[in-house]
């Protein structure tokens, strides 16, 4: 057990884990956001839901049974919320990666730009490939690890990631190619 | 990992959220744990070990409760026995009534022949 919060616990009891529940908050915050903002790409939406994941952990606080559970726990929930949200979200069309616009003038001056680039082609992959991707650079998980967290099949993950690897080399060449035909 | 993954990993790497994002979390959990009042309640009854003064409770309802529907079995019967006596009284003073007009009758008979 995380902190000494019996199972079931009722929330005033809930209140004396705070000080646990507020280290988790201190060294998950980065990672639960992080996820939330290259999933979608909004920074209101990306804090909201991240609060809601740290609400719902504090809520649940009395099953957590270690760090690496809690780890786990906020890896999932957040992945889930990101991908529901964008689900409930069908009304506002999700841009397929054609359709995504050549980098701006400012993106094409420096290779610098190549990483905000990359983020928002990120950002345009279908949800699955999404997730899988964010979850395999930005946390650097293995494959397996990813499966875990989804609840899918390792072979389902791979082929969502390379079919993203592959999306976005072929829209990154493209860019470097018009780059390289700048004067 | 090629050059581009690593490209890739750079682009996602982990941001920041708001300075103050852990405080209103916390502070938002801390409302939350604050206990509604059934919970309140329930908080109480394990803390003070009242769930032990229960069976005495219990006794104590049934001692009240058995007290006060033998009063009620009492006053029910007052009230039953109070019908027939005004039935009774009723049915007397009928008999009574009839006895005297009998009299009347057969007194003025006798003076009339």
């Known amino acids: 057990m995380v902190a000494t919060v019996a199972s079931g616990a009722v929330p005033a009891e809930r209140d004396a884990a705070l000080p646990a529940f507020a280290e988790a908050v201190e060294a998950h915050k980065a990672m639960v956001y992080s996820i939330l903002w290259h999933f979608l790409r909004d920074r209101s939406l990306a804090e909201e839901l991240a609060q809601d994941v740290f609400l719902e952990l504090h809520r649940n606080w009395a099953s957590m049974k270690s760090s690496q559970h809690i780890l786990f726990w906020l890896r999932r929930v957040t992945s889930n919320r990101a991908i529901d949200c964008v689900r409930k979200r069908k009304a506002r069309p999700e841009t397929s990666l054609e359709e995504t616009g050549e980098p701006t003038v400012l993106e094409r001056v420096h290779d610098a730009f190549l990483s905000a680039y990359l983020e928002r082609m990120v950002a345009s992959l279908p949800e699955k490939q999404r997730i899988a991707i964010v979850l395999r650079y930005q946390e650097g998980m293995e494959l397996e690890e990813i499966a875990e967290v989804l609840g899918i099949k390792a072979a389902t993950v791979k082929t969502q990631v390379f079919r993203g690897l592959d999306l976005l080399r072929a829209k990154t060449a493209r860019r470097l190619e018009t780059h390289r035909h700048q004067p | ?113």
């Not at chain 2, 803390?47 to 001692?63: E, F």
């Not at chain 2, 006053?75 to 003073?93: D, F, P, S, T």
């Not at chain 2, 005297?100 to 009758?105: K, S």
């Open chain 2, 1 to 113: 990992m090629n050059e581009f993954e690593e490209q890739l990993k750079q682009a996602l790497s982990r941001r920041e959220p708001p300075s103050d994002f852990a405080e209103r979390v916390l502070a938002i959990a801390r409302n939350q744990s604050r206990p509604a009042a059934a919970a309140r309640l329930r908080l109480w009854f394990h803390r003070t070990r009242a769930w032990r003064l229960v069976p005495v409770l219990a006794a104590l309802l049934m001692m009240t409760g058995g007290t006060v529907y033998e009063q009620h079995r009492r006053a029910a019967r007052g009230e039953a026995v109070k019908e027939q006596l005004l039935v009774a009284m009723h049915i007397a003073g009928s008999s009574l009534h009839r006895a005297q007009h009998r009299i009347f009758d057969v007194e003025t008979g006798e003076v009339t022949q």
